[in-house]
């Protein structure tokens, strides 16, 4: 017990430290120290048991791997994509493909399985047909992996809430507009964010895993918000290049350096950090920047293809073999957790599931 207690409230004696304040909202527990005349507060949260075994096996070592895209194996399976909401509600139009899905990633060897949440925020879903069912689409997002996880029997799976800082799709002549052009409001951002990570605090996943994290004006707030959470936290950044000669870059903001992005999560200390929705050829370059910053497990997984609004296009997917021989690279890099993101299905995560 003291062991569980000094582990989880490290993690917390650093921001008390660093950012001089503390605010964990619905702690697990609170512990109470006079230091010199100053009540000190230490707050922090109890893992789920399935999670902390994993993270403690994953620091020791272990590879562990995370399941392969959930929407655009949504839309391979012929589930209904929304024009500027992508998969936001699959979960009340196509509830079973989605739990088939779970399932799937499950069978190929996940250890770790996302809540297809990505698109179901209210920055994505917040227009007045979906505005009242938000609550109901998410929790059934929950449901679906809880099923999914049930109904193979694979209890020590974990579920992993996803939270991104997308908006609408928009269109602007034909295109679709630039993330960085659509402007949304911190308040705006810090209630969706807030709704999401209550909703899956009170659903049961196992852990909060923040995807593609791009824009400094959204991660921060995002940051924030779930610095608060009860949950841990693994951070997804996305990163792009111009050419071979360029710096990595944002994904969203090619005036930002995804190094500098690397900085900014790390001032989190969260649990896991790596890089996702990224070129293949990218990772290489975006692990050894994270290596700099962040010094707890690194996680690696890719996209292939591109998106055009509401479909992914699979065009030229790299092989499940040809996915293999890179990741083994990235595991001599010091990755631990290995997935697939848009456009790589189950069959990648079987191959990815040999590293283990
Ligand atoms: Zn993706």
């Known amino acids: 017990m003291l062991c569980e207690g000094l582990w989880v409230t490290n993690r917390f004696f650093w921001k008390t430290f660093a950012k001089k304040a503390l605010f964990i909202k619905n702690p697990s527990f609170v512990i109470r120290i006079l230091v010199a005349g100053t009540l000190v507060e230490f ?12 993270y403690n096996e994953i620091q020791q070592g272990r590879v562990a791997v995370l399941d392969s895209g959930v929407s655009t194996e949504l839309e391979r399976q012929g589930a209904p994509m929304q024009d500027s909401q992508w998969s936001g509600r699959v979960s009340i139009d196509a509830f079973d493909i989605l739990v088939n899905t779970h399932k799937a990633y499950i069978d190929a060897g996940a250890d770790i399985i996302t809540v297809n949440s990505y698109a179901s925020s209210r920055l994505v879903l917040g227009d007045s047909l979906n505005e009242s069912l938000i609550e109901k689409i998410n929790k059934r997002n929950i449901d679906a992996a809880l099923e999914a996880r049930s109904k193979t029997g694979a209890n020590e799976v974990l579920i992993a809430g996803s939270i991104s800082h997308q908006v609408a799709w928009q269109h602007l002549d034909g295109q679709v507009k630039q993330q960085i052009d659509i402007p949304i409001s911190k308040d705006e951002l810090e209630f969706a964010f807030t709704e999401m990570r209550e909703l899956f605090e009170a659903g049961g996943v196992d852990l909060l895993l923040l995807e593609m ?71 290489s370059g975006c692990n050894s920047i994270i290596k700099n910053y962040h010094n707890g497990p690194l996680m690696a997984y890719p996209d292939s293809g591109y998106f055009q609004a509401p479909n992914w296009q699979f065009v030229d997917i790299i092989t499940p073999q040809n996915l293999l021989s890179f990741a083994e690279i990235w595991q001599i890099e010091g990755v631990k957790i290995f997935g697939g993101c848009c456009g790589l299905g189950p069959e990648h995560t079987g191959f990815l599931s040999r590293l283990k």
């Open 43 to 54: 707050a922090g949260y109890w893992m789920s048991y399935h999670y902390k075994k994993l």
């Open 213 to 283: 994290m791009s824009i400094p004006a959204r991660t921060v707030p995002l940051y924030e918000c779930v610095s608060n959470s009860t949950l841990p936290v693994w951070c997804g950044l996305s990163a792009k290049r111009q050419n071979h000669k360029s710096e990595i870059t944002s994904f969203h903001d090619e005036r930002v350096l995804f190094e500098d992005n690397v900085k900014t999560a790390a001032l989190y200390n969260f649990d896991v950090m790596g890089v996702m929705h990224t070129a293949v050829d990218l990772i």
